[in-house]
């Protein structure tokens, strides 16, 4: 007992000798919830144009005079070429600059680009327009959340990213409604000629909803940037006193990439998944109109009120059911992100080949619904779980890497499943078998590896509790 007494003061005085944590300036509610409205109303304008353009799908077809495999290129690889060589730079700077003025700039491009798409003169004119696209939009998810993640306490911060998803939810719901009806006002304008220019009426929507963007960036400009969280230390930081080539390399995303490798049996499996459900999910959004009217004869008004609706209602069904079922699994799991996300693949799987499957316009279209609220229900804990376990001090380029997924190949959906439809099903009104063929194979993989993803983020997560994060 004596020696215990005597250690007790020791004791102490190494603990009052050790330095204090450092406490973090969290922003006000206000100013955090106003960033998170700027986020959400940019996050909406992204979607809206999407939505609007794959709306146009069939009119572009025809006043280009495209095959299925050029327009499903236009749709996807197009948009993304530019994100190869300028999404990760983009997202250091998310780590490195200010985040509000990375997310002003992306989405003032954004704006810009599809706006030129509506003065193209011909499909090369139109693919190089689209090119640059995701230029901006690279940059506005790793800073997004970045951003979120600085601005929000951990315990509100699955609440923020929920209340994000209003910005999906409203480009999607929205953007169907809006983009029928200005396709069935524009329908019967005939070509506009304005300095040596030919456009057509459906050209003059994309300008139109280019513009709300640049509303969007000034937003950004009024946000409080919030403190960065301190690097956790047993993460390896790039050299204070690097050359000028390793800062090059850093920039480029070396140091995410070796931090992503380290702990690749946690990554590989969420990248591999994610990567596959965007290829199938949206590739399938996009072709959805053309699916409609080839198979069921609807027009584009038709659809789009149609996906306003059932777009709408599973989209706020799956906000609920996404976070009932994450704080439901989290009171007995470590790895209750993930495993809501498999969980929440399989409902995705089932209700898309079911909508595939139906006889009729209207069930096709009401599953479709469902497979919109188990997407959404998902995108919560995806977005979530990588949040929890990047390194701080390169939360954007990691969250870039994991992002490249979903926007990579979920742009290379279009044109794959154009490719099936084209060489493999070749009768392009039978657009249906190529949506099966390719849904029933990527699919259930991106289950598979969802579910393998468990048990290696679940080890991941405990461990970063042991550290105090």
Known sequence: MGGMTGALPAAE????????????????SPARYWALFAITFATFITFFDQVVFGMLAERIKAGFGLTDAQLGFLAGPASIICYLFVGIPLARLADIWPRKYVLAGGVAVVGLVTALGGLAQNYLQFVGSRVFLAAGGSAHAP?????????FPPK??????????????????????????????TVQWPPSHLLGLTIFGWQWILIWIGAPALLASLFFLTV?????????ADVPQPPADASFARKVVTFMGWDAAKAIHANGKVYYPLFAALALSATEVFGLQFWRVPFMIRT????????????????????????????????????????????????????TTASTLTALLMPTGWGSMIAFGFSAM??????????????????????????ACYLFMFTFFGAMGSFVIGLVAQYVVVDPQKLREALLLTAGVLLPLACFLMFRA????????ARLEALGR
């Open 13 to 28: 005085e190494a603990l009052q000798a050790a330095p204090a944590a450092p406490v973090k300036d969290w922003p006000s």
């Open 143 to 151: 800073a997004s959340y970045s951003l979120i993640a600085d601005a």
């Open 156 to 185: 509100v911060i699955t609440r923020a990213f929920a209340l994000l998803q209003f910005g999906f939810i409203g480009g999607t719901t929205i953007g169907p409604v809006v983009g029928g009806m200005l396709i069935a006002k």
């Open 224 to 232: 409080r940037e919030p403190q960065r969280h301190a690097p956790v």
């Open 296 to 347: 069921f004869g609807w027009n584009e008004a038709q659809i789009g009120a149609a996906i306003g609706l059932t777009a709408l209602a599973g989209s706020l069904a799956g906000l609920v059911l996404g976070g009932t079922v994450v704080e439901l699994l989290a009171r007995r799991h470590r790895d209750a992100n993930v495993r809501a996300a498999f969980i929440f693949f399989c409902g």
């Open 374 to 399: 188990f997407g959404l229900a998902g995108a919560v804990p995806q977005n979530a779980a990588i949040q929890r376990v990047a390194p701080n001090s390169m939360r954007g380029q990691v969250t």
């Open 454 to 461: 468990m048990k290696p983020y679940r080890e991941e997560v």
